[in-house]
Structure formats: C-alpha cells, structure tokens
C-alpha cells in the first residue's frame, strides 16, 4: 500500500532548512551590505576630503585668485587651462586641463575669489556652485547632484590670508550603482543558494529516510494481517531507526511468545480436561443404560465420576493458581521476606497435615536473612517443593530442607527420598502439565496435574532466581533454589 502524504518527511526537512538558509543568508548579507556600504560612503568622504587639501594646497601659491591668474596658473603647469567656449557658462573650466590631476573622474571642483564670487568650475551645469560650512564634509542631496562636498579656505602661502575659497563635490552615483548591483547579486545568490540546499537537503533526506519508508512499508504490511506475528522489520541501518526496529521486532517477539503460550496454554487446558469430561460422559452413559438396576455399575461409575470430578476441580484451581501467580508480580515489588521465618511457617503447616511425615530443617543462619521477593510467592516456591515430595515419596516418610548462605546467596535445599526422576524427565518437569510416566499412570489425583513445577518457574523467573534438581530414580529428588539476600538497608518487612 502506497501512502501519499501531504507533506513527506524529507520535504518537510527540506523546506524548514530552506527557510532556515534563507534567513540566516539574509541576516549574514544585511551586515555584509551595511558593512560595505559605509566602507564604500566612508572611501568616498575620504576623496573628498583628499582632492580638497590638494587643490587648496595647489592654490595656495597666489596672492590673489582671479579667472586669468588660474588659466595661467594652470597652462604653467602643462595643463590647457581653456574655458568652455559659451558665452553664458563662463566659468567652467575645461576638464582636459591640469586639473584633472588634481581631482577625481567623479568629482568637481568650484573655486570662488575672497568675495565669495565663482571664479572657475569643472561643473558644466553649474549645479554645484556654492561655498558649504567650511571645513566639514556634508552629505548633499539634490535632483541633479547626490554625493559629498567639502568648503575650505585657501590661504595665500606669502601673505598668509584668505584669497579665496575651494569646494570639492564627490558623486556618489557609482557607489549608488554598486550599491543596487550588490543588492542584485546578493538577492539572487541568496535565493540560488536556498534553492540549491533544498534539492541537496531533499535528495539526501530521502535517501537518509529510506530505512524509515521500509519500517512504514512494514508496519503497513503488519496492519493488514496482524496474526501474522512472525513477521520481522530487520532494518539495518545503523541509526536510530535500526534501533527503533530492533525494539519493535523484540515487542513482536514477545507478543508472539504470549499468543504462543496463549494457544499452547489453551490447548493444553482443553486436553487437559477432555480425559476427565469424556470419563464422566462414559459412566452417565453407563448408568443410564445399566447402573441403575446394577448396583455394583452403580457404585463403580459414581466413583469414577467422583475420582474425574475431583481431578477437574484441581487443575482448575492450579490454573488459577498458575494465572493469579502471573498476574501479582508487578503488585509486590521491591517487597523483603525473611527466609527462615517463612520456610517456618510452611514445614509447620506440613507437619499439621502430615503428621506420618517428617520434616526437618537444617540452618547454617542464625539471624533473620531477607530477599527482595514478595512472602507469598517464596512460600508457594517452597509449599510445591515440599509437596512434591510428600507426593513423590513411596517408602520413605523424610522430607529434609536446608537454608545456607553462600556469598550473597541464600540457598534453600529442598530434599526426598522418593521415587526420582529420571535423566530425560528432568528435562521437562518444569513445563506445564508435564507429568512423568509413574505420576500419569497414578490412579489417585494425587500425582498431581503437572502444573506445580511451572508455577515455580514463573516465580524463579520473575524474581530472578536460580532452581536446578538432581534426582536418582529410586533413591530421591533435592531441589535447590538460589535466591540473592538484600542489605539491612533496603529491608522493608512484608506483612
Ligand atoms: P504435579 O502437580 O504433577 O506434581 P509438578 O509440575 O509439580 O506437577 O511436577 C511435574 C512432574 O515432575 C510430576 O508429575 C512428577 O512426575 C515430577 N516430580 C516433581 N517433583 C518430584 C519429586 N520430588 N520426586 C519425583 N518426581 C517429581
């Protein structure tokens, strides 16, 4: 199934890192542009000031300034010193002269007399002519002229007076024009290089994203047919997403596992219990064909039904037994017992219900030792123990338990001499309903129904435990369970 989204993963990444480009170019390029504009404005104000001083510096020579004086002057120095034949602009000043030596393409130059008076200018529209605040460079704006000037006297080097006075305009258009063309530049560079980085973004996101399609792919597939738990994602990208299918293949594993014990548990309790209901439909049958005139039917099949009846009602209390175990982990954790206490208090109530047994228990401890395990659990671990052993004992009436500490162990060792279990029984005694040979062909129920050594299990698991069993067939069967001790400082006494 193919899934169209409104916005894919790698098209989302790609468009926020394209905004974000975009503004982190726009705000690197504003400070670049007002960086270089008032390099550019700072350079031109610089000239200004420059061709001023020069000019001033070349006029200072005379005495006086007058319109001949400065052709003179200027001719004298190689320059052509020609006015511009026109006879309403008669001050303006040839550029081909010397004075082209003195100032810049861009700028123009205005001399006026001690009067004030325009005496010669480079400026053919005559737009320029005017004396400033001497001495300051200022920003002039105007239609036909946008730029910096600068007003100086000009001191007559003999006399030492003022004869008159020099302004510099400064044309501000090229930095204008550079200006625009690096506002051009810039924008479309910018945009270039977003662009640029949203396909690049893009093109690797999706590749990078390629383990993750696989994983939707998978999840899709999951969804349409979620029996099929057998399924694995196994993506293998080195990333998160590896790990991500990695916890999710161990989720599947475990849901597996549960439908597996699930159906393995619902099968087993259903053949369990069809022995016993096909006996006592075999014996009404009976009866009702015969047992009621035949009292010797009669007294036989109420005792098979009864013997049936009796079996049913314990697997179904071991089931539930089996089930509220299960069940009651999670409610009693981090719960301390005293071992020796409790193994007291189950060897007590043995004793009360088998007083032709007998059951000792040897302790190396003399003080209270705790484990984090919930009472009820230890003394149904031990209750199953001790019981199989009552049960499995033939001959023999000894029941031995011991408690040791080892390390930071406790070790209580549960001890028959019963019947045993054979190499290849033990291999199986702690599956559910698993009975030996000898305890299947039982005729009472008191062989059991397989489910004791299970449950011990789920505890030994939950809590962490360690059991392990050696028996020889005919002589007896010691369990042993190894349980880790706590500090006094976690003790915290259940009920
Ligand atoms: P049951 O309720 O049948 O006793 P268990 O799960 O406790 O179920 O035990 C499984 C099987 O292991 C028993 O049927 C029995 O054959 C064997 N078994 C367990 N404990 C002992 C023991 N102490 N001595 C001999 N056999 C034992």
Redesign the pocket.
């Known amino acids: 199934m193919i899934k169209c989204f409104k916005k894919s993963l790698s098209k989302k990444i790609s468009v926020k890192t394209f905004l974000w480009v975009l503004l982190i170019l726009s705000a690197f390029n504003l400070v670049i542009y007002f960086g270089v504009t008032r390099i550019f404005l700072s350079k031109d104000r610089y000239n200004t000031e420059q061709s001023t001083e020069v000019v001033r510096e070349f006029l200072s020579k005379e005495t006086s300034l007058s319109q001949e004086k400065l052709l003179d002057l200027l001719n004298q120095y190689g320059a052509s010193g020609s006015l511009i034949e026109n006879a309403d602009k008669k001050y303006i000043l040839d550029r081909q002269g010397g004075i082209d030596e003195l100032i810049f393409d861009n700028q123009e130059v205005s001399v006026f007399n001690k009067d004030k008076q325009l005496v010669l200018t480079t400026d053919k529209v005559l737009s320029t002519m005017k004396i400033g605040k001497v001495g300051e460079t200022v920003m002039y704006r105007s239609p036909a002229f946008t730029g910096f000037y600068q007003s100086e006297k000009i001191y007559s080097k003999d006399s030492r007076k003022v004869i008159g006075y020099v302004t510099v305009y400064q044309s501000i258009a090229s930095y204008f024009m550079a200006r625009h063309t690096f506002v051009v530049i810039t924008l479309l560079c910018e945009l270039v290089e977003a662009c640029v980085i949203f396909y690049l973004v893009l093109a690797v996101s999706h590749r990078t994203l390629r383990p993750l399609r696989e994983f939707q792919t998978f999840v899709d597939k999951l969804a349409e047919s979620p029996s099929e738990l057998a399924l694995r994602s196994d993506i293998q990208s080195g990333d998160e997403i590896e790990d991500l299918s990695q916890n999710f293949d161990s989720v599947l594993e475990q849901i597996e596992g549960f439908a597996k014990r699930q159906t393995r548990f619902v099968s087993d309790v259903s053949h369990e219990l069809r022995t016993p209901i096909a006996v006592i439909k075999g014996h009404l049958g009976l009866l009702q064909r015969w047992g009621k005139d035949d009292p010797e039917v009669l007294c036989e099949s109420l005792d098979a039904a009864y013997h049936e009846a009796d079996r049913m009602s314990i697997m179904v209390n071991d089931m539930l037994d089996m089930i509220r175990v299960q069940g009651s982990f999670d409610l009693h954790k981090g719960e301390v017992t005293d071992l020796k206490q409790s193994i007291d208090v189950v060897l007590g109530n043995f004793r009360i219900l088998y007083p032709d047994f007998r059951f000792s228990l040897v302790s190396t401890v003399e003080d209270c030792i705790y484990a984090e395990i919930y009472k009820h659990h230890f003394e149904q671990a031990i209750l199953?123990l001790i019981d199989?052993?009552v049960?499995?004992s033939s001959g023999s009436k000894n029941i031995h338990v011991t408690l040791d500490v080892l390390g930071d162990n406790a070790i209580v060792k549960v001890r028959?001499e019963?019947?045993?279990?054979s190499q290849d029984?033990l291999n199986h005694?702690f599956e559910r309903f698993?009975?030996?040979d000898?305890?299947r062909n039982r005729v009472s129920t008191q062989?059991?129904?397989?489910?004791?050594?299970?449950i011990l299990k789920q505890i030994v698991d939950a809590y962490e435990l360690k059991v392990s069993v050696s028996s020889v067939v005919d002589e007896g069967?010691e369990f042993t369970l190894i349980i880790p001790l706590v500090t006094t400082e976690k003790i915290k006494k259940t009920d």
Not at 418 to 421: F, H, L, V
Not at 447 to 454: E, F, P, T
């Open positions: 199953i199989n052993g049960k499995y028959d019963g019947e045993g279990i029984d005694i698993y009975r030996t000898k305890s062989g059991g129904l397989g489910i004791g050594l299970a069967t």
